[in-house]
């Protein structure tokens, strides 16, 4: 159950609002063939998305989601600057807004919601993406995993961007796709609604306990509309 009157609704980006899975997976790919690494398919890599491009880097680097300590800091900095260069300029080839995101933020904005983003994904890259799928005038704020010293699952992101907008964690909730957001929302002591889809490695979203689970994000207008 969503208590109290909410104003602030704080949207993760990557499995909730959109799909760039397809073109995070072509920078990786892009990046391991350039250094002579063996590539991996898109399923493969989309369960390694979630917790930034540092960390999507060296799983990519390993070939699997738990990272090895041991990677050489000048092979993992080679690799890191290809997988940005790429990706900035191949930013939204493929990415795509998931079903009713745009009717969501539409109807959303019109009841008077305040709508923010605070998504791990390095902050240059938010703009360019919400610019170039329309999405840019929906947002108020918005926060990358290199916006602050700490970003999700730390509840830092959530806080600073309450306090930005002055506005109270209870009158605040999160909607994301993965565990990072919802374990955000709980150390905030913010309330959650996560989405079923999206990239949270393979997991049931419910096994971290959000106040709700929507399958279609239309479904939040309903139960926010109080």
């Given at each position: 159950?969503?208590?109290?009157e909410k104003?602030?609704?704080?949207f993760?980006?990557?499995?909730?609002?959109?799909?760039s899975?397809?073109d995070?997976?072509?920078?990786?790919?892009?990046?391991?063939k350039?250094?002579?690494?063996?590539?991996?398919?898109q399923d493969?890599?989309?369960?390694?998305?979630g917790?930034?491009?540092?960390?999507?880097?060296?799983?990519?680097?390993v070939?699997?989601?738990?990272i090895?300590?041991?990677?050489?800091?000048k092979l993992?900095?080679?690799?890191?600057?290809?997988?940005?260069?790429?990706?900035?300029k191949?930013v939204?080839?493929?990415?795509?807004?998931?079903?009713?995101?745009?009717?969501t933020?539409?109807?959303?904005?019109?009841?008077?919601?305040?709508?923010?983003i605070?998504?791990?994904?390095?902050?240059?890259?938010?703009?360019?993406?919400?610019?170039n799928?329309?999405?840019?005038s929906?947002?108020?704020y918005?926060?990358?995993?290199d916006?602050?010293?700490?970003?999700?699952?730390?509840?830092?992101?959530?806080?600073?961007?309450?306090?930005?907008?002055?506005?109270?964690?209870?009158?605040?909730v999160?909607?994301g796709d993965?565990?990072?957001?919802?374990?955000?929302?709980?150390?905030?002591?913010?309330?959650?609604?996560a989405?079923?889809?999206?990239y949270?490695?393979?997991?049931?979203?419910?096994?971290?306990?959000?106040?709700?689970?929507?399958d279609?994000?239309?479904?939040i207008?309903?139960?926010?509309?109080?």
């Open positions: 159950m969503i208590n109290t104003k602030l609704i704080i993760d980006f990557d499995g909730t609002l959109i799909d899975g397809p995070l997976a072509l920078a990786v790919n892009y990046m391991l350039s250094l002579g690494f063996k590539t991996f398919s493969i890599i989309h369960g390694w998305i917790n930034g491009a540092q960390t999507l880097v060296k799983r990519a680097l070939g699997k989601y738990d090895s300590e041991d990677i050489e800091t993992f900095d080679k690799a890191l600057k290809i997988f940005l260069d790429f990706y900035e191949n939204c080839v493929k990415t795509i807004v998931y079903p009713n995101v745009e009717k933020l539409k109807s959303l904005k019109k009841f008077g919601f305040v709508l923010a605070v998504t791990n994904k390095p902050f240059a890259f938010i703009e360019p993406i919400l610019t799928l329309n999405l840019d929906y947002f108020e918005y926060l990358g995993g916006s602050l010293s700490l970003k999700k699952p730390n509840p830092e992101p959530l806080l600073h961007i309450c306090k930005k907008l002055s506005l109270h964690v209870e009158q605040s999160m909607v993965s565990k990072n957001d919802i374990i955000a929302a709980q150390r905030a002591n913010m309330q959650s609604i989405v079923s889809y999206g949270n490695y393979g997991e049931d979203i419910a096994i971290y306990k959000p106040d709700i689970v929507v279609d994000i239309y479904e207008v309903e139960i926010l509309k109080i």
